[in-house]
């Protein structure tokens, strides 16, 4: 049932109050009948003012400002409006006020209510030519202003004010027809083509009626592609076009031809809440198939946009313009660019609380900005935190945050399997062949229609085998069995769950495993490796969503909230053109579907991961940004797996030396591990004896009727369980007796999942499986990446300097401040700062890429361990981790101080944060206590800052319950705040522990910080340092002088980082790197350095890098 929102409330009548009358009516259609029964009440009360009780001598803080919302019942009472209104009414000093849609159609203005602010649109039915009367009588603030509407209502005038205001729009020709003379027009009418006032639009091109309301556009097709039009029309149940066989224009009316843009099959609506918001979202063009995509509960799916710094500006224009304050246009992204198609006047998001939010809080401060002062209403002005993005930094100081950085590891995900066969069968070679894979050796299939041909193949020879027992099948039966059940699975092919890769063998597998036969033959082969499983699992995507949610309390306004909202700062800072978001992600369908999932959480999205996926996160051609074959290893992680193996297979406690070989760098946490085991091969012993025990339980309850049905964590069967650890139980031990020791981080795995997620199943012994292979994990995982200082930095440089070399853009772009990311200062009115952003970077990847980027910081030379102490106590902390778990993160975030000398190396500020990321299965007792978020002693051990983590004057909960509350402390209204005494800056840094948001997910390390006080010119330096040594020693490479047998030393390896005379760094002294290319300068590609003339200068690598003569590609 319809009600007032708050009650009755005082209104004052232009210096008279009038009582009683309903702050807000919100319509309900379910019940019309309680709506006609309010609105003939409300009615009654507004025409009847002057019966009202007067009250002249009332203060004035009592004076409220009356919203009044004119427009057709069917849209004052819609859902969107309803949400905005309910939302605007939490402004302390604002009355909303709906006009009843019998007092707009049949009273005169005279009689409609009195408002000081006024929110009218048109649409069907609406008296358009009565609300400007009621305006000029008067005269209220208006939100969007009336007279326009009358312009929106004609296409051809849209067109021409989008002319005007340099507004890219498609090539269109207008053609007016007499009503009286439709004959006399200049239109000629070929098969293909037709000339609108001498101007040829060849099919495909669309026509309009050249009246707005009119939605019944036609798009007429070439007779090449068979002709005939597709006639869209207002949607109508799930159809919003249907195909005509008709390829003649209309004959009658007046319409505007524009050639047809190519979009992929995508619209792109954007709403603006005033000239400095806009929220934009995508939704299958009605011109593809004219069926509508409808979720589960029957609403139109939308796709979450980011808009171009371009599309931004347009936004602004359209908004300015058309003096539309709310205001929704179409966008069409085609052949690189964006053109306005459609303006609509007064439209609102349809199913986004972030949106309704958003809105209700601009409108409200717009309106309390405008009338306030007039009206003498107390009411201070709010300062918005994110209008200049600055915060405090955790050492002690209020800075502009101007850069984040993000390396995280994907989430929680199921165990990963892998099988390997050597295939020799022609079908295979020509299955390689077709697709590519003699021209670099190697072909990974990931597309349904590959996979569907190898299990193609894997049937045939099956097949084969069950007719010709003695048949020249050289391909393993019990191989191609698996092959088929694993591509059999799930009942389709997604390139998000399995995979095959085929490698070429030029003289077949050079060494046998316990997988394969003794005996082989001469002559090429294939190496084909099928990986499935290692999906996110339903926890994994909820640790990525909250880990994206608490995320926004890094940034300003994050602390906040807004009806409820937490982290309104970024999502207002987002909205408001100043975040330049990208993320990236590698190939694996979990590491996408982690980023997509954390985009989720971080913007407040809705709906499915599989839409925000598609439009928000890069993944394609990313040349070894993100990705790294992990079947590929460089000679070094060859020569250190041999090494590791061999250590891991004494049958004998460790000694001394066994130690120092095998954690060189003293690790506390290696150490540790190492004395868990003690002797490696009868701890290999006890796990493998686990396993068997473990499976042997699993077929007793295979064997129990009670357990039939059982259902294990995501959807898995006791079958599919038992076939996981069947195959480690077969792989782990050897045929020669000795221990596989690359399946330890597959045992890990398979028991850390199942003691996670499959507990309930009750099966012996798993912890103290889970206690050992941990152990021998720790041990194996880490160790992998190199055993000593050289050798990890070696490996590193092989997987993340590409990596490196990004983020060395990204932060040198973010202090250039480069043109591309602001706002033209022309239209930067009303925003404080418009021309500053914040540039978000998140870069999504799997294990490898973090355990080498961390390698990189902690030993690739970015601080002295002797000269800085807190360095030398962020390395201890790092070197006590056991674990670079799911969701890990490595954060770098960049400041500006704008109270330093722009020349000073003071200026910029870097601070360098890391987490652990998900917390482990069991209690850890013994996990290491970072510092946090505070500044770092110069003195003192780890463990004193551990537990010095807040000051003596304020408890923890203290410390939580101020950082939630701004400083700007906010009255019982949210959209209203009052302006208080501020608290000193020192308690503000105290209580905005601004990282401790990430703490509110209980399953995730929060993020600790590992230096606090870096500048720009040392990490740029360490950065420049790092890529070019890399540079150096693919030279080396290249010219056949490779490191040789030998292991490398710490000397090589200092001596790679520290005599590089040429660095990065240095080439910047003539020009800025991120602008490049004038003549030969040293550019940075993706995957090395290169000296070549180009005549472009790269503004953004992120979007403009595709263009340069280079061709460099365009995923930068």
């Not at 964590?713 to 596989?740: A, C, I, V």
Request: with cysteine; glycine share 6%; hydrophobic share 35%.
């Amino acid at each position: 049932m319809s009600e007032p929102c708050n009650g009755p409330r005082p209104v004052e009548e232009r210096g008279r109050i009038r009582r009683d009358v309903p702050r807000f009516v919100i319509g309900c259609e379910e019940d019309e009948q309680d709506m006609g029964q309010m609105e003939a009440g409300m009615k009654n009360e507004m025409l009847h003012q002057d019966d009202m009780e007067v009250y002249e001598n009332e203060s004035p803080s009592e004076r409220q400002i009356v919203v009044g919302i004119c427009a057709m019942m069917k849209k004052s009472k819609s859902k969107p409006m309803t949400q905005i209104l309910e939302r605007l009414c939490k402004f302390d000093y604002i009355d909303v006020v709906i006009f009843p849609e019998e007092v707009i159609l049949e009273e005169p203005v005279e009689k409609w209510p009195l408002c000081d602010c006024l929110i009218s649109f048109h649409s069907k039915g609406f008296p358009l030519d009565k609300a400007v009367e009621y305006a000029k009588l008067r005269n209220p603030m208006l939100i969007n202003d009336l007279n326009m509407q009358y312009f929106i209502q004609d296409r051809r005038e849209v067109y021409r004010i989008l002319q005007e205001e340099g507004i890219d729009l498609p090539r269109y020709g207008v053609l007016n027809r007499d009503p009286d003379d439709p004959e006399e027009c200049n239109l000629v009418e070929g098969e293909d083509h037709v000339e609108v006032n001498g101007e040829v639009f060849p099919k495909p091109f669309v026509e309009k009626p050249v009246c707005a309301e009119d939605h019944n556009v036609y798009i007429y097709y070439p007779t090449s592609a068979g002709g005939g039009s597709q006639r869209l029309f207002r949607k109508i149940g799930s159809r919003s076009s249907v195909y005509s066989p008709e390829s003649n224009v209309r004959k009658t009316g007046s319409y505007i031809y524009e050639e047809f843009m190519p979009t992929d099959g995508t619209d792109v609506k954007v709403y603006t809440v005033g000239p400095d918001y806009a929220h934009a979202e995508a939704r299958k063009s009605p011109a593809l198939d004219g069926k509508v995509e409808r979720d589960s509960e029957g609403k139109e799916i939308r796709y979450p946009v980011m808009l171009t710094a371009m599309e931004k500006l347009v936004a602004r224009k359209v908004c300015l313009a058309f003096k539309q304050t709310v205001c929704g246009f179409d966008l069409l992204r085609a052949n690189g660019h964006s053109y306005v198609c459609d303006v609509n006047g007064f439209s609102f998001v349809k199913n986004s609380m972030k949106y309704y939010d958003d809105c209700a809080k601009v409108l409200g401060n717009m309106v309390m900005r405008e009338l306030a002062p007039q009206l003498h209403i107390p009411w201070s002005i709010p300062m918005e935190a994110e209008d200049i993005p600055i915060v405090p930094t955790t050492s002690g100081t209020m800075m502009e945050l101007r850069c984040v950085i993000a390396i995280i590891r994907h989430g929680d995900r199921t165990p990963k399997q892998k099988m390997k066969m050597e295939v020799r069968h022609p079908l295979f070679f020509e299955l390689f062949k077709k697709y590519g894979g003699y021209k670099t050796g190697k072909l990974k299939l990931k597309k349904p229609k590959q996979l569907q041909e190898v299990l193609d193949i894997a049937r045939l020879l099956l097949v084969e085998l069950g007719q010709h027992n003695d048949c020249e099948i050289e391909e393993k039966k019990s191989k191609l069995e698996q092959l088929k059940t694993v591509l059999e699975m799930y009942g389709h092919f997604s390139g998000i769950n399995r995979k095959v890769q085929l490698t070429y063998l030029r003289n077949g597998q050079p060494k046998a495993s316990s997988e394969e036969e003794d005996c082989k033959k001469d002559g090429p082969s294939l190496l084909l490796v099928l990986k499935w499983g290692g999906e996110l699992t339903p926890a994994g995507r909820v640790q990525a969503e909250e880990l994206g949610r608490a995320f926004r309390c890094m940034y300003p306004g994050g602390q906040g909230d807004f009806a409820g909202f937490p982290g309104c700062g970024l999502l207002r800072l987002h909205s408001t053109y100043r975040h330049d978001l990208k993320i990236y992600a590698s190939d694996e369908g979990r590491v996408q579907m982690t980023a997509a999932a954390f985009a989720k959480g971080l913007l407040a999205l809705e709906g499915e991961l599989t839409p925000i996926l598609v439009q928000m996160v890069k993944s394609a051609n990313m040349n070894g940004l993100l990705d790294s074959d992990s079947d590929s290893l460089t000679d070094c992680q060859q020569k250190v797996k041999a090494r590791l193996h061999e250590i891991m297979q004494k049958d004998q406690d460790f000694t001394q030396d066994d130690f120092q070989k095998l954690a060189p760098t003293g690790s506390p946490s290696l150490v540790n591990s190492m004395k868990v085991i003690e002797n490696p091969v009868k701890t290999c012993d006890k796990v493998y004896a686990l396993i068997q025990s473990l499976t042997s339980q699993i077929r007793k309850r295979l064997e129990d009727p009670k357990s039939a049905d059982l259902q294990l964590y995501h959807s898995e069967t006791l079958e599919l369980m038992l076939q996981r650890w069947s195959k480690l139980e077969r792989d782990f031990r050897m045929k020669n007796g000795r221990y596989d020791i690359s399946k330890i981080p597959d045992i890990y795995d398979c028991i850390k999942y199942d003691s996670q997620h499959n507990a309930s199943v009750g099966l012996e012994d798993t912890l103290e499986l889970f206690r050992l292979s941990r152990a021998l994990a720790d041990i194996v995982i880490p160790q992998e990446y190199g055993i000593n200082k050289a050798e990890k930095l070696d490996i590193a440089q092989a997987y993340c300097v590409p990596l490196m070399k990004k983020i060395y853009l990204d932060l040198q772009r973010t202090h250039e401040d480069e043109a591309v990311n602001k706002l033209h200062p022309l239209y930067s009115r009303g925003v404080m700062s418009p021309g500053r952003h914040v540039r978000t970077r998140l870069y999504f990847t799997s294990e490898s890429h973090v355990h080498s980027l961390l390698s990189m910081f902690r030993y690739g030379g970015l601080l002295d361990e002797v000269k800085d102490q807190q360095w030398k106590q962020a390395m201890d902390y790092l070197s006590a981790v056991t674990e670079l778990n799911y969701m890990t993160q490595i954060v770098i975030m960049l400041y500006e101080d704008n109270n330093k000398d722009p020349s000073s190396e003071e200026r910029f500020h870097v601070e360098l944060h890391f987490s652990p990321g998900v917390k482990g299965c069991e209690d850890e007792e013994n996990v290491p206590m970072g510092f946090g978020f505070r500044p770092a002693s110069s003195e003192g051990s780890l463990e004193d800052l551990s537990q010095d983590q807040t000051d003596d004057a304020l408890p923890v909960t203290e410390l939580i319950n101020l950082q939630r509350r701004s400083p700007m402390i906010r009255n019982r209204k949210t959209g209203s705040m009052e302006v208080e005494e501020s608290l000193p800056l020192s308690s503000i840094h105290n209580a905005l522990l601004r990282f401790e948001g990430c703490s509110m997910v209980p399953s995730i390390y929060p993020l600790e910080t590992l230096h606090n006080s870096l500048s720009l010119k040392q990490v740029e330096e360490f950065l420049s340092k790092v890529c070019e040594s890399s540079g150096e020693a693919q030279a080396k490479a290249m010219k056949g002088g490779s490191y040789g047998s030998s292991t490398l030393t710490d000397v090589d390896v200092w001596r790679k980082f520290t005599s590089s005379s040429a660095s990065l760094s240095d080439q910047r002294t003539s020009a800025p790197l991120s602008r490049l290319c004038e003549g030969r300068v040293r550019v940075f590609s993706q995957k090395q350095l290169c000296s070549q003339p180009c005549s472009r200068t790269h503004s953004d690598f992120d979007t403009d890098w595709s263009r340069c003569s280079l061709n460099r590609p365009s995923v930068w």
